[in-house]
C-alpha cells in the first residue's frame, strides 16, 4: 500500500516522513494555492529533495486541450525530472493527450486524475496510466459509490494484465482510507490534517497515559 500526502507544505511533508511510511506527494494548483504565490518550480523541486529518489511526485497540469496539456507535462518533466509523475485529467482532451505521450514515450510517467467513473478509469488504464486517481470524497458528494468504482478498477486492470495503479484521491476522513484499501486501491492520497486526527484519537491517548501511570506508580520514574 503507498500512502502519500495531499499537501504543498514543505514542513509538514518533513514532518510525517519521519512519522508514517509516506511513499509519495501529490499536488494541485488547489493545493499550491494554500501555500500563497510561491515560485511554483523551485518550490516543487526542494519537495522532490525533501522526499528523495525513493518517493513519487505528482504534479497537476492545468491546460484544458489536449496541446497545452502535453506542453504543461513536458515542461514538468524538463525542469523538475522525468521521475516525476505527470497528472493528466480524465477529459476528452485529457485521454488524448495520456495516449500520444503515451505513444511518443511509452516510459513517461502519467498519473490520470479526476476520475469519477468505472469507464473513466478503465480507458484511461487501457491507454497506459502509471495511476488511476479516483477522486473519492468528490464522488460520495454527487451520489457516486467511489469504492464500488476502486474495486472495479482494481479487477479491470488484473483481469486484462494491466500495470497501472488504483489511487484513492480527494479523501476527506479516515473511514475513506480504511475503505479505499479494502475495496483494492493501490495508493490512498490525504492531507497532513487527516493523520493528526488519527494521532489524536483520544482512546489511544488514554491508553497510553494509563499505561505510564501504572508505571510511575510502581517504580516513579517515566521510562523503563
Same mark, same amino acid.
Given at each position: 500500500?503507498?500512502?502519500?500526502? %495531499?499537501?504543498?507544505?514543505?514542513?509538514?511533508?518533513?514532518?510525517?516522513?519521519?512519522?508514517?511510511?509516506?511513499?509519495?506527494?501529490?499536488?494541485?494548483?488547489?493545493?499550491?494555492?494554500?501555500?500563497?504565490?510561491? %515560485?511554483?518550480?523551485?518550490?516543487?523541486? $526542494?519537495?522532490? @529533495?525533501?522526499?528523495?529518489? %525513493? $518517493?513519487?511526485?505528482?504534479?497537476?497540469?492545468?491546460?484544458?486541450?489536449?496541446?497545452?496539456?502535453?506542453?504543461?507535462?513536458?515542461?514538468?518533466?524538463?525542469? &523538475?525530472?522525468?521521475?516525476?509523475?505527470?497528472?493528466?485529467?480524465?477529459?476528452?482532451?485529457?485521454?488524448?493527450?495520456?495516449?500520444?505521450?503515451?505513444?511518443?514515450?511509452?516510459?513517461? $510517467?502519467?498519473?490520470?486524475?479526476?476520475?469519477?467513473?468505472?469507464?473513466?478509469?478503465?480507458?484511461?488504464?487501457?491507454?497506459?496510466?502509471?495511476?488511476?486517481? &479516483?477522486?473519492?470524497? $468528490?464522488?460520495? *458528494?454527487?451520489?457516486?459509490?467511489?469504492?464500488?468504482?476502486?474495486?472495479?478498477?482494481?479487477?479491470?486492470?488484473?483481469?486484462?494484465?494491466?500495470?497501472?495503479?488504483?489511487?484513492?484521491?480527494?479523501?476527506?476522513?479516515?473511514?475513506? &482510507?480504511? %475503505?479505499?484499501?479494502?475495496?483494492?486501491?493501490?495508493? *490512498?492520497?490525504?492531507?497532513?490534517?487527516?493523520?493528526?486526527?488519527?494521532?489524536?484519537?483520544?482512546?489511544?491517548?488514554?491508553? &497510553?497515559?494509563?499505561?505510564? @501511570?501504572?508505571?510511575?506508580?510502581?517504580?516513579?520514574?517515566?521510562?523503563?
Amino acid at each position: 500500500m503507498e500512502y502519500m500526502l %495531499d499537501t504543498g507544505c514543505l514542513e509538514s511533508i518533513e514532518k510525517y516522513l519521519d512519522i508514517v511510511p509516506i511513499k509519495g506527494v501529490t499536488s494541485t494548483p488547489s493545493i499550491i494555492k494554500r501555500e500563497g504565490k510561491i %515560485d511554483f518550480f523551485s518550490h516543487m523541486k $526542494r519537495t522532490l @529533495d525533501v522526499i528523495g529518489d %525513493d $518517493r513519487t511526485l505528482h504534479m497537476q497540469v492545468v491546460a484544458k486541450d489536449t496541446v497545452g496539456m502535453m506542453a504543461d507535462a513536458k515542461k514538468i518533466w524538463r525542469i &523538475i525530472g522525468e521521475d516525476a509523475f505527470v497528472k493528466i485529467p480524465a477529459s476528452k482532451a485529457g485521454l488524448s493527450a495520456l495516449t500520444r505521450l503515451k505513444k511518443d514515450n511509452a516510459e513517461c $510517467r502519467i498519473t490520470t486524475s479526476a476520475v469519477y467513473t468505472k469507464l473513466h478509469a478503465f480507458m484511461a488504464l487501457e491507454a497506459g496510466a502509471d495511476y488511476v486517481a &479516483i477522486y473519492t470524497n $468528490r464522488s460520495e *458528494v454527487l451520489g457516486i459509490d467511489p469504492f464500488e468504482t476502486i474495486h472495479s478498477a482494481k479487477r479491470y486492470a488484473t483481469s486484462q494484465s494491466l500495470q497501472g495503479k488504483i489511487m484513492a484521491s480527494s479523501i476527506k476522513s479516515t473511514t475513506q &482510507i480504511t %475503505d479505499a484499501i479494502e475495496a483494492g486501491a493501490d495508493a *490512498v492520497t490525504f492531507s497532513p490534517t487527516i493523520l493528526e486526527e488519527i494521532f489524536h484519537f483520544a482512546a489511544t491517548k488514554k491508553a &497510553i497515559d494509563d499505561f505510564t @501511570d501504572d508505571w510511575i506508580s510502581l517504580y516513579q520514574t517515566k521510562t523503563i
